[in-house]
């Protein structure tokens, strides 16, 4: 979306329509007796398991741009989707995204077109994700998914009729200490509301958030100043991570920007100085995604100082997809720097016509999209969100602690969640 389209404004009225909403759902719900998804009740939470949240952008978000803002989202139209779900959710991809593989029963053998099999590290064991907005049907058992498609770290929202942009991390931030009021208030007595903060602190916070800070504005403007942007969306990211710890979140995970550089939209623009680096990719958008990068893990330092007794973790899934950029042959891929799903040319991006589009006349040539044969010769599934399968990659990196730094095992993590809250409930009900 052109930075033309965005005002750096506070998102805080579409939060008070939704969060209206929610209470307006509630109260109807008391007075008709109707069970509305919005009211989390206590039950909808998991006794057993630590939740999953999740705060972010494009390549997390499940739908929830797809519920506030229907029918404006290219995600929203055939082809995403096709290659799992038979039909478009609203993820930025051609079938699960990296949320899924994360937090579901997942594997590389449920990818049919897949040519290999492989020791399979499956995902938590949690179904999918629910968007917070899903109101009919809603899953909240094991966590919520917060993430909002064109969502900034800043305190960006979009304009107009494009749904990207609604809500950006501190809005999100400000939904889930909605959600976490509701379910305190709504606990039964003290030692239900014990076991619901409990709950809170044993969760995992996961954030996939500054990306579109840099590929909405970067290098757009004479005196853009790539130190001075970095220090601004860092100082969002502290900021929402801070009130997090706030509302008792002790086990933070921060994913770190992917390589801007080298993905097909950015490759495809005119945006930037023009010079590339040994493997193609532009080089003054990879300086800047590194100075990110090493400015967040300096932060993520700096919070383990200040709260010692919360685990701050970078997850590094720059380092999966540069890999791939670089070795392409090491994965199968044919076209490390081209769009599966695209309107041609050399990286297959047409601004005119992106993945999902309405085909149309441009310089009186009829241009409409394309999905390539073979989803596993690609790194990229339409502009610079993954494909399926290469998400089941970087997913990896964070299920078996490789790229977690500093590493845990979060299946191990789960497992010891499970036996310390079985011991607590049993001291707190003995007590």
């Known amino acids: 979306m052109p930075s033309g389209r965005r005002a750096l404004l506070s998102n805080f009225c579409a939060l008070q329509r939704v969060l209206a909403m929610s209470l307006l759902l509630c109260l109807l719900a008391t007075v008709l007796r109707a069970p509305f998804a919005l009211c989390f009740l206590v039950n909808d939470i998991s006794s ?41 959710t609203g993820r930025w991809s051609n079938g699960r995204n990296l949320l899924d593989f ?23 064991g949690y179904s999918y994700l629910d968007p917070y ?7 909240f058992t094991n966590g919520v998914n917060f993430a909002s498609s064109g969502s900034t770290a800043r305190n960006s929202t979009a304009e107009g009729d494009d749904s990207a942009g609604l809500f950006c991390l501190l809005v999100q931030v400000d939904q889930f200490r909605e959600y976490q009021a509701s379910m ?20 995992i916070y996961f954030f996939e958030t500054g990306s ?10 004479d005196d853009y100043n790539p130190t001075l942007e970095v220090n601004t969306t860092l100082t969002y990211m502290k900021r929402a991570l801070e009130v997090l710890y706030g509302l008792g979140a002790r086990t933070f995970v921060v994913m770190n920007v992917t390589p801007l550089g080298c993905a097909p939209s950015v490759l495809n623009s005119d945006v930037g100085n023009g010079t590339y680096d040994a493997y193609g990719c532009k080089a003054d958008w990879q300086e800047l995604v590194e100075l990110h990068n090493q ?10 100082n ?12 720059h380092s999966i997809f540069l890999d791939a950029y670089h070795n392409p042959s090491k994965y199968g891929v044919v076209y490390p720097f081209k769009a599966c799903c695209g309107a041609g040319g050399r990286y297959n991006v047409n601004s005119s016509v992106l993945c999902g ?20 010769q690609y790194i990229i599934w339409d502009t610079l969100h993954p494909m399926e399968w290469f998400a089941y990659y970087i997913a990896e990196g964070f299920l078996n602690g490789t790229h977690l730094s500093p590493s845990f095992n979060i299946l191990e993590r789960v497992n010891a969640v499970k036996l310390s809250r079985t011991d607590y409930d049993f001291i707190t009900s003995a007590g």
């Open 102 to 124: 994360m937090s579901a029963f997942s594997s590389f053998r449920a990818i049919i077109y897949l040519p290999y099999s492989a020791s399979v590290v499956e995902g938590i």
């Open 306 to 317: 200040e709260h010692a007794d919360a685990e701050w973790v970078l997850f590094d899934a």
């Open 133 to 139: 907005l899903k109101s009919i049907n809603g899953n």
């Open 357 to 376: 589009g309405s085909p149309m006349y441009v310089d009186g040539k009829y241009v409409q999209w394309t999905k390539c044969e073979d989803p596993t």
């Open 212 to 221: 579109n800070d840099y590929s909405f504005n970067a290098f757009r403007t």
């Open 295 to 304: 400015r967040l893990t300096s932060l993520l330092e700096h919070l383990r």
């Open 48 to 88: 057993s398991t630590p939740s999953f949240y999740a705060f972010g952008a494009s390549m997390i978000d499940n739908g929830e741009n797809k519920i506030a803002m229907p029918f404006r989202a290219l995600s929203e139209n055939v082809p995403y989707g096709s290659d799992f779900f038979s039909k478009s």
């Open 184 to 203: 305190i208030l709504n606990a039964k007595g003290l030692h239900e509301q014990m076991r619901v903060k409990k709950k809170f602190a044993d969760s």
